[in-house]
């Protein structure tokens, strides 16, 4: 079994800046993409930005310029730096890991959220 843990999330201000991070644990031989979604209420879920293992990098149009996505692979981590946050922003934001465990298989693991507010 694999476990995300995202942490970072919280309130701030529009034209503010937070950090999220999800560190993986568990059985992991090695992590290919990682990502972030985020999910508004009554929305559908959306990619926000994702990075493969060698550190190609894909982002929403929404969030380009504002958000950079990095990770440590010696750490099995993911972060997601924010900046010049705006009220539409808000959401709860999810880590995905695109896994494959010692043993055979990949397997896609979702971390359990968490919130972002941005007040105007």
């Known amino acids: 079994q694999v476990q995300l843990v995202e942490s970072g999330g919280g309130l701030v201000q529009a034209g503010g800046s937070l950090r999220l991070s999800c560190a993986a644990s568990g059985n992991i031989f090695t992590i290919n993409t990682m990502g972030w979604y985020r999910q508004a209420p009554g929305k559908q879920r959306e990619l926000v930005a994702d990075i493969t293992r060698g550190g190609s990098t894909n982002y929403a149009d929404s969030v380009k310029g504002r958000f950079t996505i990095s990770r440590d692979n010696a750490k099995n981590t993911v972060y997601l730096q924010m900046n010049s946050l705006k009220p539409e922003d808000t959401a709860v934001y999810y880590c995905?890991?695109?896994?494959?465990?010692w043993g055979r298989g990949e397997y896609d693991y979702w971390g359990q959220g968490t919130q972002v507010t941005v007040s105007s």
């Open positions: 995905n890991a695109d896994v494959i465990p």
